[in-house]
């Protein structure tokens, strides 16, 4: 039964997990090709020099989406929004699945990134009926979700693509856009936000809230040039688990498995942001992961295999913690521009993450993985050196 969010006096544990399931899921959908764009050029007709191209639309569709899709969450009814952009990424999805060619594939990539932005339309829609001192936990468990969607789409799209095929990929990722999306409908309460704006309006005052909330442009850059030292890492250990240690594409699924134990880091860290911790949270992760990187240099052998399953939880871990806390502390603003705060936040930490993978491809050919592993090191240090001045600021 559709319940308004007004009425809602809790937070029922089942729509928080559903949530969580929902984000993780959406995110997914733009990582399932990132390890099968050989099988899908040649099915498709792009060749070996353009393949990356069956990934990076994707991603342009889910950085357009951020800013345009999820700034509606501060004028449309949500449950409605979310539930339309659901259905139309699978039938994206769909698409994907039946393309014989490059340019049906490469428009259904785009469009299945756009409607995915969804997800954080959920992220600040849950953050709106949790209680202040349970927000920091809920919206852990929720970006809990995310990661793991994050860590679990590479090697889900392995294992299944080697059994059944890449196409059943995509078809197995619109069957659960449904089931997710089915399972919203029937629990997740409505939420109109407060009448006022057009669409232009909204879009145009992101600008103002940027400049006018110095804690949301901090968030902002630390957790950029975390994500952008995760997509450096996560884009460059397939090939080196491949190259130097050989590793199967499933021993590098189950790798990736491995390392999303560090999603476990996340209702910690929401436990933390409500008890206040932030500032040492953010140091903290801040810290280790740019440790995790020096530690990294020089990796060889058996035991350096385990090494670097240890240091992608570390890392995983500290890029968990510190969006979490900062979700929590740019959350703390009037209900009305939640969605416009979010979708600022994470367009710039999008695009740190754009980043990084182009700088892992280019470090790790240019100096092969000690110039990767210095260069996340050095990303560390960096965001450390921000959160330094900004507290010498404070």
């Known amino acids: 039964m559709e319940q308004s969010l007004k009425q809602a006096d809790t937070l029922p544990q089942t729509l928080i997990a559903v949530a969580a399931v929902a984000v993780g899921a959406l995110v997914a959908n733009i990582y399932y090709a990132q390890p099968l764009i050989v099988a899908i050029g040649g099915a498709v007709g792009v060749g070996p020099a353009l ?19 999820v700034s509606l969450g ?10 339309m952009a659901i259905l139309a990424a699978a039938a994206a999805l769909a698409s994907l699945a039946f393309a014989r060619s490059a340019t049906p594939f490469l428009l259904a990539s785009l469009v299945v990134g756009f409607f995915s932005s969804c997800a ?5 829609f849950v953050a709106h009926l949790a209680p202040l001192a349970r927000r920091g936990r809920v919206v852990g ?3 809990g979700g995310l990661l793991t969607g994050i860590m679990l789409a590479r090697p889900a799209a392995l294992f299944i693509a080697g059994s059944f095929g ?29 009448p006022g704006l057009h669409y232009g309006q909204v879009l145009a005052s992101m600008l103002g809230i ?30 080196l688990l491949a190259q130097k240690f050989g590793l199967s594409q499933h021993a590098i699924g189950l790798f990736a498995l491995a390392g999303s134990g560090g999603a476990l880091a996340a209702p910690v860290a929401g436990h933390i942001a409500d008890r206040g911790h932030i500032a040492i949270a953010t140091t903290g992760a801040i810290a280790v992961l740019g440790l995790a990187f020096f530690a990294a240099i020089g990796v060889h052998g058996p035991i350096g295999l385990v090494w670097l399953t240890l240091l992608a939880v570390f890392i995983d871990a500290a890029v968990q913690i510190n969006q979490v806390v900062g979700q929590h502390v740019i959350f703390n603003v009037p209900g009305e521009i939640r969605g416009r705060v979010n979708a600022i936040y994470m367009t710039l930490v999008f695009a740190g993450g754009a980043l990084g993978s182009v700088l892992g491809t280019l470090t790790y050919h ?21 959160n330094v001045l900004e507290r010498s600021r404070r």
């Open 51 to 69: 393949s990356g191209s069956l990934v990076s639309m994707v991603q342009i569709g889910y950085g357009v989406g951020l800013f345009l899709l």
């Open 74 to 83: 501060d004028l449309v009814e949500n449950r409605r929004l979310v539930l």
């Open 120 to 124: 954080q339309i959920l992220v600040p």
């Open 141 to 143: 468990i929720v970006m």
């Open 166 to 194: 890449w196409r059943a990929v995509f078809f197995s990722a619109a069957v659960l856009m449904l089931a997710v999306g089915l399972a919203l409908a029937r629990i997740m309460p409505s939420y109109q936000p407060r």
């Open 210 to 239: 940027l400049r006018e909330r110095p804690q949301v442009r901090w968030r902002a850059a630390y957790q950029g040039l975390m994500f952008c030292a995760f997509n450096l890492f996560w884009t460059v250990v397939p090939i």
């Open 366 to 386: 240019a100096g092969g993985w000690t110039a990767t592993a210095a260069t996340g090191g050095a990303i560390g240090a960096l965001a450390l050196a921000l």
